[in-house]
């Protein structure tokens, strides 16, 4: 058998990626995965608090430093850190990828967002600076897969609607668009997102033709995790029928009940439009005041419909050693 | 390694099961997948066509005693019957369960429509016939799946939202509902429904924990399919991102493009309600239209979301044999 195409690219033991959740990462949380073989990922405000954010680029660019060095003292394993491109006025990028550079992170997971946030001058830019591209669209499809490929990524994933988050518009469960995107690219190896969270999952990816697995929830109710331990011990009790579904921008999400959810869910019901329903949501507000702080009035817990194979919170390693096949 | 326990049950070589597609089975697919090894199932207006389709119960019945009759003359493997029983005023079961009876029919495909459709007294009469019955809720959950168990369904059948015709308005995908109703069911084994087109998606279904594998898409496309060769085409050449999806009753439907479907899609997002769209859709008469007559203008084509897996039309044994793990 030949050796994992993923874990030798990413240069892990283990072809097993922590999904850069915003609000939700941190050094400790990055550095066990690393530690446990597989390729943590630091997400957008990585290891901040609404008391510690801060509001330009420029600022939280160097909190990105901080936590990036942070993460270097807890593991000599690679990671990576999120970016997520805007197709216009991208004020993100250009203040965090200088202090991707310079500190040597050797991984980027690449968020495509929309037509024009796949930008092969910002491919060329991270490939000229040996940084390993993870392409993460968040509508896979063959052409997208196709042209990240071609612009030098060296790893596509594939996500379902099985993941959390923000859901695919295209509303093609993991079980369809992996063997999908597997036919349609032509050398990168394929990994599947979306409600892996057990050994079984895992393996079925793999049935479909996927080398690897990038999962974000099963992460969040680790002992690690720094997510407070009521969010924690509602995922544990949940599973995907618990999750509801309601359209927003630009979209879908899926949210465990609570009051802010369940106003979600009843103004979809009584016909508001997804502008209105994301302006009602407070964006990634809603996701740190619900998932960071445990307040579900205000805010919401979002994740993968794959929440009920976790029946207990476990160690990063044990949840790595599960997903690696 | 044990003797596969769906097999077992079923009477036949390999755990495959043809959903029994509403206007679209007749003796000859039915018995082809038969001869194949699997087990065919005839649907609603089975062997019918607008000319030879008649209104009563008592009628129709007879139509299905026919198809029956003709099966049995192709094939001397066992098959299925489709019962859809309502919660309330439920004309067709009363009819159509005597024929299944007289003429000796093994297998009965149990489809759960809501509350109230799954009656213990019916499953009763079926068990007291002999009758081998396959349960398969249109809304799966561990709660319905434990029901169908112990009022004595032999096998439960988990369908995801990657599946074609009425979806799940749960909405979650067949990766994520199968391990959920494996872990749910005490001692019935479990198949899996809802997007396999190929043997990728068996093995990965396997992996989740199904013990066989039941599709209706994949037999569609087959040279034994009654649908014209200009649907067989249309299917070939499509994958999940080319189908629509869109609100009806009761929950979701999805559609390859057409002058309906396109219609179906607007009237969806100018926030048309679910019972408009059902209305517009035509009902099962706009699967017949679109499906056996190849008429998008009027009618529908609503297929299964793994129909990117499906690039040839092929004989019935050759899928039964691709989804035989």
Sequence with gaps: ????????????????????????????????????????????????????AVSTPEATAEKMREEIRKTKQLTEKPFGVNLIPTAENDI?????????????????????YGDGSLKPALFDELKAAGITIIYRDINPT???????????ADIIVATGFDEGGTLPGTA???????????????????????????ARGARAVHALGAEGV???????????????????????????LDLRLFRTLPDYYRALPGKLSDTLVAMDRAGASRAELAQAMGGL?????????GNTDEGYI?????????????????VVNQLAV
């Design 92 to 112: 993100w990028t250009p203040a965090i990828l200088p202090v991707i550079k310079e500190e040597g992170v050797k991984v980027v997971v690449y968020t495509g």
């Design 214 to 240: 990038f999962s974000g929830s099963v992460f969040i109710s680790t002992i690690e995790s720094r997510v407070p331990d009521s969010v924690k011990a509602k995922i544990v009790a949940a599973n995907g």
């Design 1 to 52: 058998m030949q050796p994992n195409r993923v874990a030798r690219i990413l240069g892990i033991e283990k072809p097993v990626v922590q999904g850069p959740l915003s609000w939700l990462t941190d050094a400790r949380l990055v550095a066990a995965v690393g530690n446990a073989g597989g390729l943590g990922v630091l997400g957008p405000n990585a290891g901040l608090t609404a008391a510690t």
């Design 302 to 318: 979002s994740v993968g419909a794959g929440i009920g194979n976790i029946h207990a919170i476990t160690s990063v390693a044990e």
């Design 172 to 198: 093609l469960g993991t079980f369809t668009i992996v063997p999908l995107i597997v036919d349609a690219v032509q050398r990168v190896p394929v990994m599947a997102a979306g409600g892996i969270t057990d």
């Design 142 to 152: 063959p052409e997208n897969s196709r042209r990240a490929e071609q612009a030098g």
């Design 285 to 293: 507000r809603g996701m740190r005041l619900g998932m960071l702080e």
